[in-house]
Every structure is written in structure tokens, then in C-alpha cells.
């Protein structure tokens, strides 16, 4: 039987939040403040509301079928709603009170983190980080600053799967090496073609997979790197006052994106090095295999939309970082007007050294 679990204030059973950039929860109505290991301590023993009759452990090892099982039903401890709940939220609001309600059992026992890197930078640092990504942007319409708005922003836990592994194998290519030489009023030009074997041998560490399927890959991929160093051993209390989902990604297909990142990375570099010396260098073959570890954790994020001119942009904001990614509307005619200068303005210098070369030749 899974649990819901809320922080409440000992002094004034006001909510309690976790405060970005601390190791502590403070009460929103009289501001007390109790470390972690303190609220967690003052949680032992408080009776829990149940869910009824939902696994949350059974989903382990699958990834989901959402049409296999039913969405579970949990109250709120506050006002006694009756809440429902998608399978892969950790933490949830109540529409009717607001209460944050952390659903315990779908992170406990396997399906707990093996860690949580914590919220470094509370929501209102966003206004000023965005303004900090647009700076230097050439290409976006002149009234974006003014007009643009920013939506709702949601701080959320955003679960990865962390994998270190170790990739072997061998690289065929085909590589060219090109001369010319004179004989008489001719130019003769040899292409000699070589086989080259690179043998592959790399380990990774710490390489992050967004497991998610409510936030965008190429999001989450453009929002690293996260600093792993800085992440702490799992415990609900960070959760409080956060939204937070749980894995819904096949672990599986997880794999195959790391997998696939790593094996692009490797092919790369391989080229790279086997290209030295040669003219062209095309890859004939070969192939690359991973052995794989991987550890399941919460990353912070927040999410928030930026709306301009009846258009919705969506963002991410790195919770540890303040790192600020997402997709920016580009003006047309700028762009238009960009592109021309950086090309006429080449061609015009080009062709006054032409001129310059042929008169003073002349």
C-alpha cells in the first residue's frame, strides 16, 4: 500500500517548502525553519494517509503500459479531497487547498533514488537569467524584450538515469592521400587509397538521461551539465513545496540513448584520429559494444513558457546552475539582413583585392 506524506510546521501546521540553496524547509505562514535531518526526525511516527489498493512497486522493471492499470486515488491530509494521480507523479498539487502531497510508495523501497541533487536557485532568478540568455541574440524581432511574457513556471524533480560504462570495439575506414606533380605542359594527380583499423577503447562517467516523458530530450540535453559532485543521498524532504515525477521511460530506451551517445562520441573521435594525415577519410565499417551501470536520481528544473505574439517558446532553467535553454523566434527580415552582410561584405573585399592585385600587376 503506498503513502502521501506532508511537512507540516510543528509550531503552526502551516506548509513547509524545501528553501533552494540550503539544507533546510521553512514554514510559508511563520517562517520556522528545520533542517532536513530535523523534519524528518519530528516525521517519525506521524500516521499516513493510504492510497488504496496500487502497487507503485510493481512497476519496476516495466516501462509503462499506460492502459494497464488504473490511475490511483490518494486524499489530501489537509482538506480530505480525493486526488487522482498519473502514474509517473511523485508530488502533486490539490486543487482545492494547494497542499503539496508527496506520494511516498512510488519512491521507496525500488523505486527510491539512489540520490537528488537539491534546488539551488529559487523561481524569482528567472526573470533575470532569461533576460541574461537573450542578451547578444542578433536574430530576434526588436519588440521581443517588451513584448515577450513569461508563463507559469513549474519547479519540478526531473528523473535521469546516470550511467557510467566502458565501450569496446574496432573502426574500419577507407582514407586518401592526394598528389599532383608537372611534366611538361601536364598536371598529374595521384590519389593512393589506404584501409585503416582503429581499435576503440573509452570509459564514461556520469553521463545523464532524461527519463521523462513529459519534458523534451533535446531540452534536457541542451540544460547539462548538472554537477553530480554536488548531489546528496535521497530523502523526500527535498521534494516539499516541488512538483517531482517519477521514471516512465522504458529503462531500456533509456539505455539505447546513452548507448548511442557514447558510441557517437567514441565514432567521432575515432575519425578524428584516423583521419590524421590523410585527405578524405570515410568510415567502411566495424562495430562498437558498451557495458553499462546505471543509478536513478532527480535533477531540478524549472519549466516555464514564454509567450509572444499569440506563440508559446518553451523553457527549461537549470535548478543547480541557472543555466537557460529553450527555442527563441527569429525575425525574418534581420535574419534576411544578417545573412546578406556576412556575405556581401566578404565578396565586396574579395573582389577590391582582385581589382588591387590586377592593376598592380598591370
Known sequence: MAKTVEYRCPSCEGLMRFLPGSETLVCEYCGTKMTVEEMEESQKG??????????????????TDENAMALPVCY???????????????AISCPYCGSRVMLSDKVSGPLRPDGIIPFQYESSALPDAVKKYYKGKKLLPKDFFSASRIGQVTGIYVPFWIFDGKLKGSLRYKGTKTSSSRSGDYIE????????????????????????????????????PFDLTK???????????????????????TTRRA?????????SL??????????????????????????YMLFPVYLFDVKYNDETYSFAFNGQTGKVVGKLPVDKKVSRSYFLTRMLIPAGLIFLWSLLTYFVGY
Open 270 to 295: 575515432a575519425q578524428a584520429q584516423a583521419g590524421a594525415g590523410y585527405g578524405n577519410v570515410t568510415r567502411e565499417g566495424g562495430s562498437l559494444k558498451t557495458d553499462l551501470k546505471a543509478k
Open 189 to 224: 594527380t595521384r590519389t593512393d587509397y589506404y584501409r585503416i583499423t582503429r581499435d576503440v577503447s573509452m570509459e564514461f562517467a556520469n553521463l545523464p538521461v532524461d527519463t521523462s516523458k513529459k519534458v523534451d530530450d533535446a531540452l534536457m540535453d541542451s540544460l547539462e
Open 231 to 253: 548531489a546528496v543521498p535521497f530523502d523526500m524532504a527535498y521534494l516539499a513545496g516541488f512538483a517531482a515525477d517519477r521514471f516512465d521511460t522504458p529503462k531500456s530506451t
Open 46 to 63: 506521524d500516521k499516513k494517509v493510504q492510497l488504496e489498493g496500487f502497487d507503485f512497486a510493481s512497476l519496476k522493471d516495466q516501462a
Open 259 to 267: 548507448q548511442n551517445r557514447m558510441t557517437t562520441s567514441a565514432a
Open 76 to 90: 489530501c491530509e489537509s482538506c480530505a479531497a480525493e486526488l487522482i494521480a498519473d502514474l509517473e507523479q511523485v
